[in-house]
């Protein structure tokens, strides 16, 4: 956006993301025990200097191209990225030198695409937490086999990853995440990647230890077409 710098843009996100610590701690959680993945996914390198600035240290995209782009930038040196969109099999090796977390992991071919370019790479595996058809992630009754599966090629399952529903509000998604968090423990996994800004409160309150959150730290993203301008 002309006009706005980057030091009205770090003073933006870091009141935002003071705002987000605060509820964290309103909820009855430690801070320290949530760590917030900036979703910078469809804004412009720009956005994540900014984020960066105001002491986020995980970032969070969607698109392998994307993601190339930015981390090639100099002013988001350091970054640890996460990859937390769908992920095509043919990508995977794009991008395999530089995500920490890969969160999309729904199924052995990924499982095994992801282990032969980054062996030992840090993963969770995602899980279906809607009924609405066509939504990522594994069926819940997967998450026990593609779990083992992860471990057995040498990858490290930090746990597991769900995008609430898309209907019903942060509501709907209470259930959901209550489960998700109770097979995370069954299953003796520590991570626990859930809520998004629209249903943060809710995962937090259910025991989220990583939230991804675009919107409610950096406003609403601009169109996919836009990207076009500074991207790939
Ligand atoms: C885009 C995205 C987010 C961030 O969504 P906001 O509503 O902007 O907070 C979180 N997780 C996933 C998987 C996403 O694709």
């Keep these: ?28 959680r430690d801070p320290a025990s949530v760590r917030i993945v900036g979703v910078t996914k469809g804004h412009g390198p720009e956005v994540g200097a900014a984020a960066i600035a105001a002491g986020l240290t995980d970032l969070g995209e969607s698109y392998a191209q994307e993601l190339a782009v930015k981390a090639a930038d100099e002013r988001l040196r350091g970054v640890r990225w996460h990859f937390i969109g769908g992920l095509q099999a043919r990508k995977v090796r794009s991008v395999a030198a530089l995500v920490h977390l890969w969160q999309s992991i729904d199924r052995p071919k990924l499982v095994h695409e992801v282990a032969r370019w980054a062996p030992g790479a840090r993963v969770l595996v995602q899980v279906r937490l809607s009924d609405e058809p066509g939504k990522a992630g594994c069926d819940p009754s997967e998450v026990p086999g593609l779990v083992a599966e992860a471990a057995r090629a040498g990858l490290l399952v930090e746990g597991l ?7 019903g509000g942060a509501e709907a998604a209470r259930p959901r995440f209550r489960e998700l968090a109770r097979t995370a423990a069954d299953l003796g996994l520590e991570t626990v990647s859930m809520g998004m800004s629209d249903d943060l409160a809710v995962a937090v309150a259910e025991g989220a230890t990583v939230v991804r959150v675009g919107a409610a730290l950096f406003g609403p993203r601009p169109a996919r077409a836009a990207v076009r301008a500074w991207g790939p």
């Design 161 to 167: 990853m769900g995008v609430g529903p898309t209907e």
């Design 1 to 28: 956006m002309p006009g706005v710098t980057t030091a009205d843009r770090t003073q933006q996100v870091a009141a935002r993301l003071a705002d987000l610590r605060r509820l964290i701690e309103d909820l009855g």
